[in-house]
């Protein structure tokens, strides 16, 4: 009868533990730090994305404003910077996280709280885009994917 109870005790802590296990999972995909990438792979910081949460931050170097922007076809002067979420499988789907305007060192941070669970969403990078004047003109300078 002892034994009994032993193995059910045990069958329902390593059950219980690979719950946990399993739920961390899911919590890992929607939160964590992102290297963020200019057009030429490097990195040029990171931004803290937890879905769940409904939180963001971006810390990035970026070239002061007005900057003259090259995407590797074309040229054009960048007047403003502006970071979303974004979903690569349907680009209606984006939301921004705010206006990012570097220092004279080059160094720019948003960071966004949205209050609510946006992990069902779609998600998965986080950019940086630089828009020219006119807003005729626009860029992908920073690019980070969101782990899934």
């Known amino acids: ?26 919590a890992d995909a929607a939160a964590g730090k992102i290297a963020m990438f200019d057009r030429l792979a490097v990195s040029q910081g990171t931004a803290v994305v937890n879905l769940l949460k409904g939180t963001a931050s971006v810390k990035v170097a970026l070239a002061p404003l007005p900057a003259t922007i090259d995407t590797g076809t074309t040229q054009f002067q960048a007047t403003i910077y502006k970071a979303y979420l974004s979903s690569s499988v349907d680009p209606a789907i984006e ?44 860029f992908d300078v920073l690019t980070g994917t969101i782990p899934q």
């Open 1 to 26: 009868m002892m034994n009994i109870r032993r193995a059910a005790l045990s069958l329902g802590v390593a059950l219980g533990a690979a719950c946990v296990l399993l739920g961390a999972d899911d």
């Open 95 to 138: 939301i921004p996280l705010g206006s990012v305007y570097p220092s004279t060192k080059g160094k720019a941070a948003v960071a966004a709280a949205l209050k609510g669970d946006v992990s069902k969403l779609g998600f998965d990078r986080v950019v940086v885009v630089a828009y020219s004047k006119d807003g005729l003109s626009s």
